[in-house]
């Protein structure tokens, strides 16, 4: 079957750095996608990787790492707006998104 | 209207009952999904469509039914509600330009069925 895991709940200082990880087994891939979602609200997008390596995207960036079904998100100078939940998704080889449950983010002064 | 909307933001409904949840986007994008979202689970594809015209099944697509008559709207039809379609319900549409083929999100349906 197909599986996206991630840590149920983070706990993080303000000003500080998380990693939120994500590992993979799905059939296929065709990309990997991070979004935010605050509570009561939409998910939004945050990232995409497709290829290994780095993205960075101001005090957000994303890793990708293909051979080993695993990416991380990397959340710098954190600050409360960051408490949210983190959503990780893999496109299959049917282009579907398969979704992680998400990790609940939560920062304390 | 900017974006996606959905309606109504919250129902309270009696089990047995038929219910549209409505979805409409003025992105022109092609694709468009309604997905469910439960406590403790990540968000679960109940019906797709790929272009106006055609619709496809997602993971969990028993007790819901969809239409795509045009590009703008994307109505899911709970035809008769169990308690177990409580959940909240988003739909979102993807542009395809590109490689990303982003899905961007409505604000969501809370659905309550008792």
């Known amino acids: 079957g197909q599986n996206i895991d991630q840590p149920t709940e983070m706990t993080a200082t303000e000003g500080a750095i998380v990693q939120i990880n994500c590992t993979y087994q799905?059939?296929?891939?065709?990309?990997l996608f991070w979004y935010q979602q605050h509570a009561g609200e939409a998910p939004t997008f945050l990232s995409y990787n497709v290829l290994d390596g780095l993205e960075e995207k101001g005090r957000f960036s994303s890793f990708l790492s293909r051979s080993k079904g695993y990416s991380y998100l990397l959340l710098k100078e954190l600050q409360m707006k960051d408490s949210a939940s983190y959503l990780c998704a893999v496109r299959d080889s049917n282009y579907q998104l398969i979704w992680g449950a998400g990790t609940k983010l939560i920062i304390k002064p | 209207i900017a974006g996606i909307t959905q309606a109504p933001t919250s129902q309270i409904l009696a089990a047995g009952r038929r219910m549209t949840l409505r979805c409409t986007q003025d992105?022109?994008?092609?694709?468009m999904y309604w997905y469910r979202q439960d406590l403790g689970l990540g968000l679960r594809l109940i019906h797709y469509?790929?272009?106006?015209?055609?619709?496809g099944k997602g993971e969990v697509p028993d007790g819901y039914s969809v239409s795509r008559a045009n590009t703008d709207d994307f109505p899911l039809t709970l035809a008769s509600a169990v308690p177990s379609q409580t959940s909240v319900y988003f739909c979102a549409s993807s542009d395809e330009a590109g490689s990303t083929d982003t899905q961007y999100f409505g604000p969501g349906t809370r659905l309550t069925v008792l």
């Open positions: 799905t059939s296929g891939f065709n990309g």
């Open positions: 992105m022109r994008h092609n694709a």
């Open positions: 469509s790929n272009t106006a015209g055609t619709t």
